[in-house]
Structures are given as structure tokens and as C-alpha cells.
């Protein structure tokens, strides 16, 4: 068996630098998807197509499954683990408040 994993696209928040917890792609991460979609269909064939359920992750995904034909099967396991809701917060803020244990032993 053969894994193929495929990072979504850009995400609007990596664009305006405000942290949200389900951003949509820009218009940037359409098109990734598009090439990520072209060339998965020009490989060698899938037998299945799994993303989560994340705004970007099925945006990345539905060309794939339109240009390979495979029913896109949305899986709520396959997501990031939430720690703060920082949504809505400039992602400089995030990181500033959050600089002490960016880099600390999880040990101590």
C-alpha cells in the first residue's frame, strides 16, 4: 500500500496574518490545488481520497476528486489538535504571548 499526503493549499490566514481556526484558501491556494490535482491525475491511479474536514483541507481536495474521479471521503479524525482558540488574533500576538513555551523541554 501506498500513502500519498497532500498539504492544502494556502490559507488566507498565512496572507493577512489573522489567526482562524477554519480559513478558506486564497485565490493562491486554489490554484495549488489545481496543480496538486493535475498531477495526481496524471500518475499512477487512486483507490481513495481521505481529508479532513477543515475548510481548506476539502478545498484541496474536491478538485482531486473531480480530476481522478474518486468520491472525496471526509474523515473527522484527521485534524489538528485545538489548544487556544486564537481566532481572530494577529498571529504576531499569538506568537508573542506564546514565546516562553514555543521552545521549552515539555520535560520540565
Known amino acids: ?18 489567526s482562524q481556526i477554519d480559513p478558506h484558501l486564497t485565490e493562491l491556494g486554489h490554484r495549488q490545488a489545481e496543480l496538486a490535482a493535475a498531477r495526481l491525475a496524471a ?5 481513495e481520497l481521505l ?9 484541496t481536495a ?3 476528486a473531480a480530476d ?5 471521503a471526509t474523515v473527522d479524525d484527521i485534524t489538528e489538535i485545538r489548544m ?7 498571529e504576531e500576538t499569538v506568537q508573542r504571548i506564546f ?6 523541554n515539555p520535560d520540565d
Open 1 to 18: 500500500m501506498e500513502l500519498i499526503f497532500i498539504r492544502h493549499g494556502q490559507p488566507a490566514w498565512s496572507v493577512d496574518g489573522w
Open 43 to 47: 500518475g499512477r491511479p487512486l483507490t
Open 51 to 59: 481529508a479532513s474536514p477543515a475548510n481548506r483541507a476539502q478545498e
Open 62 to 64: 474536491l478538485p482531486i
Open 68 to 72: 481522478t474521479g474518486l468520491a472525496l
Open 84 to 90: 487556544p482558540d486564537w481566532s481572530g488574533e494577529l
Open 99 to 104: 514565546a516562553s513555551s514555543r521552545h521549552r
